[in-house]
């Protein structure tokens, strides 16, 4: 009697062959492609990374935005991580991920910000105060169109401290107004609202900047699953963003976000439903409505 044959096998060994294949390829010294043209009154957006290498793992819209849309993209490193003995390394590593993808870096203060969580803001109003008033003085020199960060419920601490750092130095900033872009990666988000189809291209691009975050890579090597990770994101997006029971868009790739306004010193939902971003779409024209 012949042995039945699984169809899926070799589907499912051909993605364990390309995870220990990448085990094998260079990190970091990756060229980087030439940047695109520019204008001088370019319009902005800034990245507030809790780590070193969110901007690159959360990256994909700024990435888009850049190239398609000729935005400038500034990534700012809130904290340079709770090892001291690491953040010099990593402030290294950062400085080459973000040169590599094109981005503009600036520090949220020299060597970061300390213990951005949620406890600290009831605990330490004081010290809170201090740090919001760091993000809100970048957010009045910088105006930035669109602001990217962690949403509330991200799970790292960190994470969500950066979250509410944000809300409270956009209220700060008096009256300021932009696009906020809300991203995940520890715990997922509920409720988001935009899926952003991610090239080949892109995607390799992404994981070649996380691959300069040499001392974390190495440790555990997550630069490998962010292709499985963002078709996960089409998986779930196809419903979370689609609705319920809607048939999912035909994205290899892709992130989540949740897309709200700040206008008036509130978060403003300014469309109703989900929306999903093709690579046939251009970025920019998320930000064009009123």
């Not at 290498?53 to 850049?66: H, P, W």
């Not at 700012?76 to 040169?99: M, Y």
């Not at 790292?156 to 750092?165: C, D, P, R």
């Not at 251009?282 to 930000?287: D, E, Q, V, Y």
Request: proline share 6%; charged share 20%.
């Amino acid at each position: 009697m012949s042995a039945i044959t699984n169809p899926y096998l070799s589907n499912v060994a051909g993605f364990a062959r390309l995870v220990r294949e990448g085990r094998r390829l260079p990190l970091g010294g990756i060229r980087a492609a030439p940047l695109p043209s520019r204008a001088v009154d370019a319009p902005r957006a800034m990245i507030f990374s809790p780590h070193p290498d969110d901007e690159s793992i959360q990256g994909g819209l700024a990435l888009r935005l850049q190239r398609e849309a000729g935005f400038e993209v500034i990534n700012v490193a809130v904290t340079l991580g709770s090892n001291k003995a690491r953040q010099a390394g990593r402030l290294a590593e950062i400085k080459e991920a973000c040169l590599y993808l094109g981005f503009g870096l600036l520090e949220a203060a020299p060597g970061g910000l300390e213990k951005v969580n949620p406890r600290r803001r009831t605990e330490d109003a004081a010290g809170w105060q201090n740090m919001v008033a760091a993000i809100a003085d970048l957010l009045a020199r910088y105006r930035p169109k669109v602001v990217f960060f962690p949403h509330d419920k991200d799970w790292n601490s960190t994470h969500e401290g950066v979250h509410y750092l944000m809300a409270d130095a956009l209220q700060k900033a008096g009256e300021f107004e932009c696009w906020t872009v809300e991203n995940e990666f520890w715990g997922q988000m509920v409720d988001p609202n935009l899926m952003v189809e991610l090239s080949e291209t892109e995607v390799a691009d992404l994981m070649a900047a996380i691959s300069f975050h040499v001392g974390e890579v190495r440790r555990n090597p997550y630069h490998l699953l962010l292709p499985p990770w963002m078709q996960d994101n089409v998986r779930r997006g196809g419903e979370l963003v689609g609705g319920q029971g809607g048939a999912a868009p035909d994205f290899a790739f892709a992130t989540l976000y949740r897309l709200r306004r700040w206008h008036g010193g509130q978060f403003e939902r300014f469309y109703h439903g989900g929306r999903n971003l093709p690579s046939s779409a251009n970025a920019g024209t998320l930000f064009e409505q009123v």
